[in-house]
C-alpha cells in the first residue's frame, strides 16, 4: 500500500486528522531542506509536501512565490531535489509529496520524472492540470507508487465526481478552502463547510483541506470536517521571518498538532 | 482551427435544390460522372437557375476526357471542379489552365500509405480523401479507417468524404479536421435528401463545441478554481458568437467608436523604398486608442456585460492593451482594474497616465521580470480570487481556451477587411502579409481569413531583440521549446528545467516568452512562416516610415515593416504584400527619445 494510504489508515484507528506541512524546496538551500523536513517530522507532521520551486507559479500567493525565487536564486535544480529527496527517503519513511507545475514534469520528461518518483515519492500536486488534462500523465503513471492527488475548489460543484472518477484508491483529495492562491491573508469560502461535507459524501479516499490554513484555530475548525489539513504559507512565513531554527520549527509544529 | 464547411453532394432535383436553399451548405455537388446520382449540364443549368446565389456549385467527374470536363465546367459555370477517378497531374494542369477555378482531387484511402499520393499534387488542388472500392470511384456510403488520416490536416487543408452521417459527422470532425466534409447518401433516405437529415447534419457541424486545442496546442492548463469560470465563458461565448443582435452591437461598436474600416494604405514611398513588391499597410493604428487591442476589448466587454459582471480586469505589457480596456470599461461604466510590470511602467509612463485618467486602476506587478509575463500571472491570481464577480479581459491570443479562440475572433475582422479592401484595389489577393508576433492577437487576426488561402503566404515576425544568439531576445520559435505556461501548451523560452526565460525586446507589447497556441499550430504544420527582427532593424523601420511615410509606427508594429520590407525587396513589382500596421508610435517616443540620448551620449 502507498505510504499515504498507510498513514492514513493508522491515523484512522486513533481517530487523528493528519497534518500535512509545506516547505518549498531549496529555500535558502537545499541542506536546509533537509533539515526543515526532519525538524517537522520531529514535531509531528503526518506528510510532508515539497514544492519543487517554479519561476510562474501560478497558484501561489506572495509568500510562496518569495519562497520559491529565493531557492531559484540559490541554483536549485529538479535533479538536485531528487537527490535530496532519496537521501530524506534513507532516513524516514513519512509519505512525502512534491506540489509540482506540470511544466516542469514535462520538460524533465514525464516518463523521467515519474520513474524518479517512484519508491521516494509518494503523491503529485499539480495545481495546473485539472482532469480534462490529466489523460496524459496518467496513463503513464503507476499510481500504487506515487498517486496524483486531486484538486477540487469551492467553484467545482457539478466536477467533483469527475474529478474523482480517476482518484478512488489511492493518495487522498486535495480540497481548496479559498476562492484564491495560497497565503495567509485570505479568508475561507463562505461555504466553506457545505462544500467539504459535499466532498466527503463522494470521495473514496481521504480528503484534506489547505490554502489559507494560518493557525491551531484554523487547524482546529477544519479537523472536524476533513481527514487532514494542508498548511504552507504559515510555515514558510514563520521560516523566514525567525530564520530557520529547528527547536522553534519543531515547537510550531507541536502546537498545530495539539 | 476553423469549423469545416459543408457540401452536400449528388443533388438531381428542384425539391432538392429548395432543400438546400433552405439549409444552405456551402457547396453543393452534381454528380457528372456514371452514377445512379448523374445529372448532365442541361437539368444543372435548369437546377441553378433556383439555387440561392450563395451556394457554390461543384461537379464531380470520374476519368472523363479533360476536353469533356472543361466543356460542361463552362456551360453550368461550375465554381469547384472535383475529380474522382485516377486522373493524373497532368490532366490538372490542362484544365486548370483553361478553367482557372478551384480543383478537388480526389483519392481513394484504404490504408495510410495511400496518403503519400497526396503529396503529388501542389497546394493548388485540394485533396478529397475517399474510401476505397474496387468497384466504385466514389460514393461508396462506407467509411474508411480515420486512424490512417489522423494527422494529414497538419499537412494541408482538405475535404473529408465517404460514409458521412449527422451521426458519425462530430468525431469525424475531431478526429481528423477537415477543412470541408462531403456528405451524400447520409442525408438521404430512399434515395433522395431527406430534409431533416440535412438540416441534422448541418446543425451538428455547426454548432459543434470549439476544440479546446489547435493541434497538440492551447488547453486549459489551470487551477481548479478556473475550470468552472472557464466552462461559464465558453457556454457563453458559444451561444452569443453566432447572435445576430450579439454580432450587431458589435459591429456598431466597431464602425462607429472605433472607426472601422481601417484603410488599407498603399505605400508608395515605402514601395519605391525597397522596390519590390507593392506594399500596403493595414492602418490599425488609426483606431481609436490607437492599435488594434481595441477590436477584441469590444467584443469581450459585450459579452462581459452580456454575463452581468460589472469589474473586468486585464494584464498589459505595452499599455496598449490596457488602454483599450480602461477605454471599454469607462464607455460601458464598468470598474477596471490593469496589472501592469513594474519594468513596462517605467517605458510606458503616457499610457499609465491615460488608463489612469480613464478611471482605470494600475497595479504595479514587481514579480518575476516585471514585465507582461509576471502582469499576466498576476491578473490570473486575482481572477482565481474573483472569478465569481469580474470578468478576464486577455489581450491576445494566449491563455487557457476559449480565450485564444475568442480573442481570433474579435480581431478577425482585421483579416476580412483586408480580403475585400485588397480585392477592390487589385482585383486579386496578396502574395504575402507580415505581422508581428508577441503572443499574437493582431497577426491571428489577419492571417485566420487567409488559412483556407494557400496561395498567399503568412509571415509572423518575432522580436529577435539584441540577437536571437544572444539570451536577449523574444523568439520562441526561434529558440523556444513547447511547454505550459499561463493555461496553455505552446512553445516557451525556458531553461532545460522549464523555468520560463525572461524575453527581451525594445518593444514592451513583444516583450513575451511565449506565442498564443493557434501560431504554434500554424508553425509546427508550415501555415505560417515565423521569422525574427531585432531591436536595432525595428528602430530603423520606425525612423523609415516615419520620415519617408510620415506615419509613426509602434515599435512592435516596426517589426513587421522591417521584415516586409526585406521580403517586399526579393519579390517582383507585381508582387502585393500586406504589412499589418498593428499600431502608432506615440507610446514609443520616449523610448526612441531615450535611445538618442544614449547614443548621442555614446558619441560624446
Known amino acids: 500500500m502507498n505510504r499515504i494510504n498507510q498513514t492514513f489508515k493508522e491515523l484512522e484507528k486513533e481517530k487523528k486528522t493528519a497534518l500535512i506541512t509545506f516547505v518549498v524546496a531549496g529555500d535558502p538551500a537545499l541542506d536546509t531542506t533537509e533539515e526543515i523536513i526532519l525538524a517537522k517530522i520531529e514535531g509531528g507532521a503526518d506528510i510532508i509536501e515539497m514544492g519543487i520551486p517554479f519561476s510562474d507559479p501560478l497558484a501561489d500567493g506572495p509568500v510562496i512565490q518569495a519562497s520559491a525565487s529565493r531557492s531559484l536564486k540559490s541554483g536549485t535544480t529538479i535533479k538536485a531535489i531528487f537527490e535530496m529527496a532519496r537521501n530524506i527517503r ?30 521516494i515519492i509518494d503523491g503529485l500536486i499539480i495545481p495546473d492540470l485539472p482532469f480534462e488534462e490529466q489523460k496524459e500523465l496518467i496513463a503513464d503513471l503507476d499510481q500504487n507508487q506515487t498517486a496524483l492527488i486531486p484538486l477540487i475548489a469551492p467553484t467545482s460543484k457539478n466536477r467533483i465526481k469527475d474529478i ?28 466553506l463547510e457545505t462544500y467539504l461535507r459535499q466532498v466527503k459524501e463522494v470521495s473514496q479516499i481521504p480528503v484534506c483541506a489547505g490554502f489559507g490554513v494560518k493557525d491551531k484555530e484554523d487547524v482546529r475548525r477544519l479537523s472536524g470536517l476533513v481527514d487532514g489539513v494542508i498548511i504552507g504559507s504559515a510555515i514558510v512565513n514563520q521560516i523566514d521571518a525567525q530564520g530557520f531554527n529547528k527547536e522553534s520549527l519543531r515547537i510550531f509544529i507541536e502546537e498545530l498538532k495539539k | 482551427m476553423p469549423k469545416p464547411k459543408i457540401k452536400i453532394c449528388g443533388i438531381q432535383s428542384d425539391e432538392e435544390v429548395l432543400i438546400m436553399n433552405r439549409e444552405k451548405p456551402e457547396y453543393i455537388g452534381f454528380v457528372f460522372a456514371e452514377s445512379k446520382r448523374k445529372v448532365d449540364a442541361k ?21 472523363q476526357p479533360p476536353s469533356e470536363v472543361l466543356n460542361i465546367a463552362k456551360i453550368c459555370n461550375l465554381d469547384v471542379i472535383q475529380l474522382h477517378g485516377r486522373e493524373s497531374i497532368n490532366d490538372i494542369k490542362k484544365i486548370k489552365e483553361q478553367y482557372d477555378k478551384e480543383i478537388w482531387k480526389s483519392i481513394a484511402v484504404k490504408e495510410k500509405k495511400d496518403l503519400q499520393k497526396a503529396f503529388d499534387f501542389d497546394q493548388n488542388s485540394t485533396i478529397l480523401l475517399d474510401s476505397f472500392s474496387e468497384q466504385a470511384k466514389g460514393g461508396t456510403g462506407y467509411c474508411f479507417d480515420w486512424n490512417a488520416a489522423k494527422n494529414f490536416s497538419e499537412s494541408r487543408n482538405y475535404v473529408l468524404a465517404g460514409g458521412l452521417t449527422p451521426d458519425n459527422i462530430v468525431e469525424a470532425i475531431k478526429k481528423l479536421q477537415p477543412a470541408i466534409v462531403d456528405v451524400s447518401s447520409g442525408v438521404e433516405t430512399g434515395g433522395k435528401k431527406d430534409q431533416k437529415k440535412v438540416k441534422e447534419f448541418i446543425r451538428r457541424v455547426r454548432t459543434m463545441k470549439t476544440s479546446s486545442y489547435f493541434l497538440e496546442f492551447g488547453g486549459q492548463f489551470v487551477p481548479e478554481s478556473l475550470m468552472n469560470p472557464l466552462k461559464e465563458l465558453e457556454k457563453q461565448y458559444e451561444a452569443y458568437k453566432d447572435d445576430q443582435a450579439f454580432k450587431d452591437e458589435y459591429l456598431y461598436y466597431l464602425k462607429e467608436y472605433v472607426g472601422r474600416p481601417s484603410p488599407l494604405y498603399y505605400a508608395k514611398n515605402l514601395t519605391r523604398h525597397f522596390n519590390g513588391a507593392k506594399i500596403y499597410l493595414k492602418r490599425e493604428d488609426l483606431n481609436h486608442t490607437g492599435a488594434h487591442k481595441i477590436n477584441n476589448v469590444i467584443g469581450q466587454l459585450l459579452l462581459a456585460k452580456k454575463m452581468g459582471k460589472k469589474k473586468v480586469i486585464a494584464e498589459t505589457g505595452a499599455g496598449m492593451h490596457g488602454v483599450a480596456t480602461a477605454t471599454g470599461a469607462s464607455l460601458f461604466n464598468m470598474e477596471c482594474i490593469v496589472y501592469m510590470g513594474e519594468e513596462d511602467i517605467k517605458r510606458q509612463e503616457i499610457n499609465v497616465f491615460k488608463m489612469r485618467l480613464l478611471g482605470a486602476t494600475v497595479v504595479t506587478v514587481s514579480s518575476g521580470s516585471r514585465t ?50 485588397i480585392a477592390e484595389k487589385e482585383g486579386r489577393q496578396p502574395d504575402v502579409i507580415v505581422a508581428c508576433v508577441g503572443g499574437g492577437s ?13 496561395d498567399t503566404k503568412l509571415i509572423g515576425v518575432e522580436a529577435a531583440g539584441k540577437g536571437i544568439e544572444t539570451h536577449e531576445h523574444a523568439s520562441a520559435f526561434a529558440k523556444g521549446r513547447v511547454g505550459v505556461l499561463h493555461g496553455m501548451k505552446t512553445y516557451l523560452l525556458q531553461d532545460q528545467d522549464g523555468q520560463i526565460l525572461p524575453a527581451h525586446s525594445v518593444s514592451a507589447g513583444l516583450d513575451y516568452p511565449g506565442t498564443g497556441p493557434e501560431h504554434a499550430a500554424l508553425f509546427a504544420s508550415n501555415k505560417a512562416t515565423y521569422t525574427s527582427i531585432t531591436d536595432d532593424e525595428a528602430i530603423e523601420a520606425f525612423y523609415l516610415l516615419t520620415k519617408i511615410e510620415g506615419i509613426i509606427p509602434a515599435l512592435e508594429s516596426s517589426h513587421a515593416i522591417a521584415e516586409g520590407g526585406k521580403i ?30 544614449s547614443q548621442t551620449n555614446e558619441q560624446n
Request: proline share 3%; with cysteine.
Open chain 1, 164 to 191: 474523482l472518477e480517476n482518484h478512488k484508491e489511492h493518495g487522498f483529495v486535495y480540497c481548496v478552502t479559498t476562492m484564491g492562491v495560497t497565503g495567509i491573508d485570505v479568508t475561507f469560502h463562505k461555504d
Open chain 2, 442 to 454: 493582431n497577426a491571428m487576426g489577419i492571417f485566420y481569413p487567409y488559412l483556407d488561402l494557400p
Open chain 2, 372 to 421: 507582461l509575463k509576471d502582469a499576466t500571472n498576476e491578473a490570473i491570481r486575482s481572477w482565481v480570487a474573483n472569478a465569481e464577480d469580474t470578468f478576464y479581459v486577455i489581450g491576445s491570443v494566449v491563455g487557457p481556451h476559449p480565450y485564444p479562440t475568442m480573442v481570433r475572433d474579435f480581431q478577425k475582422i482585421i483579416g476580412e477587411e483586408v480580403k475585400k479592401q
Open chain 2, 568 to 597: 517586399a525587396a526579393t519579390l517582383s513589382k507585381d508582387a502585393i504584400i500586406v504589412i499589418n500596421l498593428s499600431g502608432r508610435g506615440d507610446k514609443d517616443i520616449h523610448t526612441v527619445a531615450e535611445l538618442e540620448r
Open chain 1, 90 to 119: 534513507k532516513k524516514t519513511e513519512i509519505p512525502l509529496v512534491f506540489l509540482v507545475y506540470y511544466n516542469m514534469i514535462l520538460q524533465y520528461g514525464t516518463k523521467r520524472f515519474i520513474n524518479e518518483c517512484y519508491g
Open chain 2, 43 to 63: 437539368i444543372v443549368c435548369d437546377l441553378k437557375k433556383a439555387l440561392d446565389k450563395h451556394i457554390k456549385t461543384v461537379g464531380v467527374f470520374a476519368d
